[in-house]
């Protein structure tokens, strides 16, 4: 029960067609999550199971993906840690924020916030129950950088001048996010995930020297402790970010952003799975510009040998926005497989 083009990617076996997935594939672009969120709040979306399951198949029926994947959010783990979750159209609100070390008084238990996570669970079984026999399923958590800057700021937009101003702070929320975030990862796993993406979006706006101190030992321990079944993605990757996650023992493979040139990274010899990298602002265009900008984007890839495409999964730079014509989204699909046939 799962992908073949995927577990050739993740064992980077050679393969001419790479299997294709996109983040926020089952976002608000796409008439079938538009029909379903026209009946429910997003938070009931998330967290009815049933619900849940099949926004996440929206996108794999209606594309052919080779993956789908669940349909949650990222923040969650923190309103299970009581600092309370609601989303408006300004975006996530919370309760109150992470000001100062008497902010951990009010926080909950762990165990009581991986109890509260359990509806992820469900909807990883229910959506593997639902998908084909050949479709892969991944899930997903947030990285312990971006969550503290939700928890501390309510966003990760700007110089993140609060978040990265808690220093104690920071180390205290790490020590119990980390325990957290590896029981979601491992109740994501248990249900049927292959595979568990930390995406870290705010990791980009750190310098290289404090993401070596911030990020990288807390994402080395929690890739550690689920060897070959946990990737990683941040925007704004540098060549310094990039090596430093590449060495993390057991990773899974990683993700990078349109703003990387894709075939250098390929020939490289990186771990497990290269995700990305199309401009997913590009999928705007007009029909003709769309099929000559992916053309160019396929061309560079297409240089290189089978051999050096080992391991490549075919996607966006980062997430599918909102408006995207869902026309360009299967020309997408159908192009790329053409392409490499």
């Known amino acids: 029960m799962a992908n073949e083009r995927f577990q050739n990617a993740l064992n980077r076996k050679i393969q001419n067609v790479p299997p294709v997935w996109m983040m926020r594939q089952a976002g608000r672009y796409h008439w079938h999550y538009q029909n379903l969120r026209s009946q429910n709040t997003f938070d009931r ?3 009815d199971p049933e619900l849940a399951s099949e926004v996440a198949m929206g996108p794999v029926q209606d594309f052919d993906f080779d993956l789908a ?3 949650s959010d ?3 783990p923190l309103e299970g840690l009581g600092l309370g979750l609601e989303y408006t159209d300004k975006g996530p609100q919370f309760d109150w924020h992470i000001q100062d070390m008497n902010s951990f008084k009010k926080m909950k238990p762990v165990e009581e916030a991986i109890e509260f996570m359990n509806f992820q669970k469900d909807a990883v079984r229910l959506t593997r129950e639902k998908l084909p026999d050949d479709k892969s399923l991944i899930g997903f958590i947030g990285g312990p950088w971006t969550l503290f800057t939700y928890a501390a700021t309510g966003k990760h937009e700007g110089s993140l001048v609060q978040a990265k101003k808690l220093v104690r702070e920071r180390e205290e929320f790490f020590k119990i996010i980390t325990k957290l975030l590896n029981a979601n990862i491992q109740l994501q796993l248990d249900a049927g995930a292959e ?3 930390i995406f870290d979006t705010a990791a980009g706006e750190l310098c290289p020297v404090a993401f070596d101190e911030i990020i990288i030992p807390n994402l080395g321990e929690i890739i550690k402790a689920h060897s070959g ?3 990683y993605y941040m925007k704004n990757a540098g060549q310094h970010q990039v090596d430093k996650i590449q060495a993390l023992e057991g990773l899974a493979g990683m993700g990078v ?6 075939p250098d990274m390929l020939r490289s010899s990186q771990k497990g799975f290269l995700q ?3 401009d997913q602002a590009m999928l705007f265009q007009d029909e003709p510009d769309f099929k000559k900008s992916l053309g160019k984007y396929i061309d560079t890839i297409k240089e290189l040998s089978p051999e050096e495409r080992a391991g490549w999964v075919c996607g966006l730079g980062h997430g599918v926005l909102p408006k995207t014509p869902e026309k360009n989204v299967r020309t997408f699909v159908e192009t790329v497989r053409e392409a490499f046939a």
Do not use: A, E, T
Not at 257 to 262: A, F, G, I, M, Q
């Open 45 to 47: 979306l998330c967290k």
């Open 69 to 71: 994947i669940l349909f």
């Open 74 to 76: 990222i923040l969650f």
């Open 195 to 197: 595979v568990v993406m």
């Open 229 to 231: 079944k946990v990737g």
């Open 257 to 262: 952003d349109h703003r990387v040139y894709l």
């Open 276 to 278: 990305g990298n199309f």
